[in-house]
């Protein structure tokens, strides 16, 4: 059987390099945040052309801490309504549920597997606060249309981008600077894997 993704095939002609930086990673002592950490956001967010992005630690984590940003900012509320489209993965689904929120499952296009406009326009509520497009498969959302109809209804764009590492839009802009916010994720199987699991919010 040919495995699906081999991580150690595709991983072991980097084995010394990642031993010696796990070496130099280990002597230093810093084991949370440290240089990597500072060094890492400051690339990320200047490949993406944000002014900022905060390492976390898997991307529910980043969906989620951005939902409780908007929180305290007060531009949401428990029990808000969050449009997110109805095939993505169950993570972003429980970042909205752990933020307190509602999430209502929007049809995607049978052609590009992302959010239907027309579906997008039949779900928003009085109570819909939010869009929270998934880009799949490297592929990104219809994000021009979809940043129009926040902009009619007044609601935030928060972008699922754990599957578009560089994605690119027609407006030359890279996925995670597409909308107010966006989470990544860095789990090994993702478009830019980590060793493990991780995550990031740009804005």
């Not at 040919?2 to 230093?28: G, S, V, W």
């Not at 200047?46 to 305290?72: M, P, Q, S, W």
């Not at 209502?104 to 869009?131: C, G, M, P, W």
């Amino acid at each position: 059987m040919i495995p699906f993704l081999d991580l150690h095939k595709m991983n072991h002609r980097f084995e010394k390099e990642f031993k010696n930086k796990f070496t130099d990673f280990l002597d230093a002592g810093y084991y949370i945040l440290g240089s990597n950490v500072k060094s890492f956001e400051k690339e990320f967010a200047a490949f993406c052309g944000t002014k900022y992005c905060i390492g976390v630690g898997n991307g529910l984590d980043a969906l989620r801490l951005i939902l409780e940003g908007y929180k305290t900012l007060g531009k949401l509320k428990n029990k808000d309504e969050v449009l997110v489209a109805s095939n993505t993965y169950i993570a972003t689904i429980l970042a909205i549920k752990q933020a307190g929120l509602k999430p209502i499952l929007v049809e995607s296009e049978a052609t590009t597997f992302n959010f239907n406009l027309e579906a997008i326009s039949r779900s928003i509520s009085n109570k819909t606060k939010a869009i929270l497009p998934v880009h799949l498969y490297g592929q990104l959302a219809p994000m021009d249309a979809i940043n129009q109809i926040a902009v009619d209804h007044n609601l935030l764009v928060i972008e699922d981008a754990a599957q578009a590492h560089g994605a690119i839009a027609n407006t030359g802009r890279l996925a995670g600077n597409l909308g107010g916010a966006a989470g990544f994720s860095f789990y090994p199987t993702k478009n830019l894997g980590a060793l493990g699991d991780a995550g990031a919010i740009t804005t």
